[in-house]
């Protein structure tokens, strides 16, 4: 069994996909950002950096994984799907993954901060980040254009990308002419593990969780 410690972001919904995917039992637990649930020192000794997603494997020890990619990985590695074991393959899968997370994911969530959240309207910051994010919507749409997923097959790559991209219009970017981007989006909205994970855990509205997690970040 695994604990899931989660809330209604793009990065949360990165491991509900993958346990739906996976069909891997799982224990929710969905904290609240307005209470600091992620700041407790019980939280705290699961996640040291006091974010969200985090796991704790129950039948493997307690094991505690944070960091969204690498749940992915462990995930993968664990049950041996969503990410082929040969050297070529397994690297091409985390090229992709290390693009969301050291790119798509960044760059997405400041524009997100900016053009969404802070005091002031301040047009640099907003330019920059919402185009940043959009040329890299434009390389994943180049990507999308030779291959069906972004490592070949569908991945955890694909998993860790989408909901970030799922939420294009409320970071102001644009997905017009995107063609293959747009193609693949549709594809992973159509999977019902994908749909049940986006629904973990149920919320009134995406944005409003967003919106806490940006206010909690800003007050740190």
């Known amino acids: 069994m695994i604990d899931l410690y989660t809330a209604a972001t793009p990065n949360g919904h990165k491991v509900s996909i993958a346990l739906e995917e996976l069909q891997l039992p799982y224990s929710l637990h969905a904290l609240s950002f307005e209470r600091k649930e992620q700041k407790t020192p019980e939280f705290l000794k699961i996640n040291p950096n006091g974010r969200i997603p985090a796991i704790v494997d129950r039948d493997n020890d307690d094991f505690a994984v944070f960091e ?24 091409r899968v985390l090229q992709w993954l290390m693009f969301q997370m050291g790119g798509v994911g960044p760059m997405q969530g400041q524009a997100n901060v900016f053009f969404r959240y802070f005091p002031q309207k301040l047009q640099g910051p907003i330019d920059r980040y919402q185009h940043e994010t959009r040329r890299l919507y434009e390389v994943l749409d180049r990507r999308l254009g030779e291959a069906e997923y972004l490592a070949g097959d569908y991945s955890i790559a694909d998993i860790a990308t989408y909901p970030w991209v799922h939420i294009h219009d409320w970071s102001g970017v644009s997905i017009d002419g995107l063609e293959n981007l747009q193609r693949w989006a549709g594809a992973l909205e159509s999977r019902p ?26 007050v740190q």
């Open 68 to 91: 969204s990619g690498a749940i992915l990985i462990y995930l993968a590695e664990l049950t041996g799907q969503l990410m082929p074991q040969d050297p070529k393959g397994r690297s």
């Open 193 to 218: 593990a994908v749909q049940r994970g986006m629904l973990v855990p149920r919320r009134e509205v995406l944005e409003d969780s967003v919106v806490k997690t940006a206010q909690s970040m800003l």
